[in-house]
């Protein structure tokens, strides 16, 4: 039997950790992150979410010298992934945890590391467009793979901060399909969120340090956010949608909520033209409705009219 894919997801757009001045031991720096992290943390495991997104750079100390923050790097460790690791299995979730490491060979990278239920690294990304501060300060090395990470609710595609302005980076996830699009951040990228999830017809979930937390529909529409109040969100996605245009469908759509009603949702962000179709039923996926009243889904439509445009006599 097929079930609706509900995910619940979590982010907590905590401040940068700070300190007035030097840290003498930094170990118990290390320490103090720790329980920071587990203050924040008990904010939203109470609704056991299956993941959790952390802000980029997210166990960095600012107010320590250039050298002290070498030093912590060193010491740190992987202390604080471990932390993370730690939480997963013992909440069994998933956790998206953003912050810079060094690799064995010396070399440093900004990445996003996904933790599974396990407390076992799924993945990997390391940040495809640094700042060329970041590169030539801090001597961070450029990513250069865009793979999707597999999850057991679907396929995460993985982006940090500053990548939000390059569409080289969004047309490798266009033609990869993720089901979620994960933004650590300490910028908001205000609209380019919103078309990023259209764009890649995925959920989007942008947790930004000290600024707005979103959950985006795949037709580009927040559907949640954090406050001014709260710098947290927890909010249930379904991943069993399709995203379709309303040229031609019009007729089948009507069709196919007059059939299931309360079983389909299909959702019209206005002005786009476009709707999210998302299967409420546990017996059919949105798939199954696609098939049973030929829905013909958006990407698909776009390229029946470039090849329609294509046709002899068509253009000018």
């Not at 010491?75 to 956790?95: E, L, V």
């Not at 396929?155 to 490798?172: P, Q």
């Not at 300490?186 to 890649?200: E, F, I, P, R, V």
Request: hydrophobic share 30%; with cysteine.
């Amino acid at each position: 039997m097929a079930m609706a894919k509900y995910v619940k997801v979590s982010t907590i757009g905590s401040s940068p950790f700070s300190i007035g001045e030097e840290a003498e031991d930094l170990q118990q720096l290390v320490e103090r992150m720790k329980n920071r992290w587990q203050f924040e943390l008990e904010k939203v495991l109470p609704d056991q979410p299956d993941l959790i997104v952390l802000p980029e750079c997210c166990d960095s100390v600012s107010g320590l010298s250039a050298e002290g923050s070498r030093e912590y790097g060193k010491i740190k460790g992987n202390q604080i992934r471990d932390f993370f690791r730690n939480t997963a299995k013992t909440n069994h979730c998933y956790i998206a945890y953003s912050a810079y490491r060094q690799l064995t060979d010396g070399t440093k990278r900004n990445s996003t590391q996904i933790i599974d239920r396990n407390g076992d690294i799924a993945g990997i990304y390391n940040k495809n467009h640094l700042t060329i501060g970041d590169s030539e300060r801090n001597g961070t090395l450029y990513g250069t793979d865009a793979r999707l990470i597999p999850c057991d609710f679907g396929k995460v595609a993985c982006v940090i901060c500053f990548d939000l302005n390059f569409d080289e980076l969004r047309f490798r996830y266009v033609k990869q399909k993720p089901d979620i699009i994960l933004f650590s951040s300490l910028y908001h990228g205000g609209l380019a969120q919103n078309y990023w999830a259209y764009s890649c017809r995925s959920y989007f979930i942008g947790c930004v340090a000290e600024d707005e937390n979103t959950v985006i529909s795949p037709v580009g529409e927040t559907i949640a956010r954090s406050t001014n109040y709260f710098h947290y969100v927890t909010h249930s996605i379904n991943l069993d949608y399709i995203v379709c245009h309303l040229d031609d469908n019009r007729p089948k759509l009507e069709k196919l909520k007059k059939k299931y009603g309360s079983g389909v949702n299909i959702f019209d962000p206005g002005h786009l033209g476009s709707v999210l179709v998302t299967s409420e039923t546990d017996e059919y996926t949105a798939m199954d409705f696609a098939r049973e009243f030929d829905l013909e889904q958006l990407d698909d439509y776009f390229e029946r009219c470039r090849r329609h445009r294509a046709l002899p006599g068509k253009t000018e």
